[in-house]
């Protein structure tokens, strides 16, 4: 079992930034890739970035240029850099990951974004 928490949310200004953090710990070994959703009120949960260990990214087409996602494999965390927020990217943002052996999903518990105009 692999274990997601991730921090980092909150309120900021539309045009303002936040970093959201997720930390995996358990069997770190059954996991390669790691990224975040989100899900927007009344909304279906929607791909934000995923990241490799090997560091490839990719990114959803309307968050390119303005998320960064990052990682550090030491500490086994997965960071998301938000810049340039609009009121639209208010969501609870999760973080996710897939059992190589399993092809099971793990999720973190989510962290709420809130953008206000």
């Known amino acids: 079992q692999v274990q997601l928490v991730e921090s980092g949310g909150g309120l900021v200004q539309a045009g303002g930034s936040l970093r959201l953090s997720c930390r995996a710990s358990g069997s770190i070994a059954r996991i390669d890739a790691m990224g975040w959703y989100r899900q927007a009120p009344g909304k279906q949960r929607e791909f934000v970035a995923i990241i490799t260990t090997a560091g490839t990214t990719n990114y959803a087409d309307s968050m390119k240029g303005r998320f960064t996602i990052s990682r550090d494999n030491a500490k086994n965390t997965v960071y998301l850099q938000m810049n340039s927020l609009k009121p639209e990217d208010t969501a609870v943002y999760y973080c996710?990951?897939?059992?190589?052996?399993?092809?099971?999903?793990?999720w973190g518990q989510g962290t709420q974004v809130t953008v206000s105009a």
């Open positions: 996710n990951s897939r059992d190589i052996y399993l092809y099971t999903d793990y």
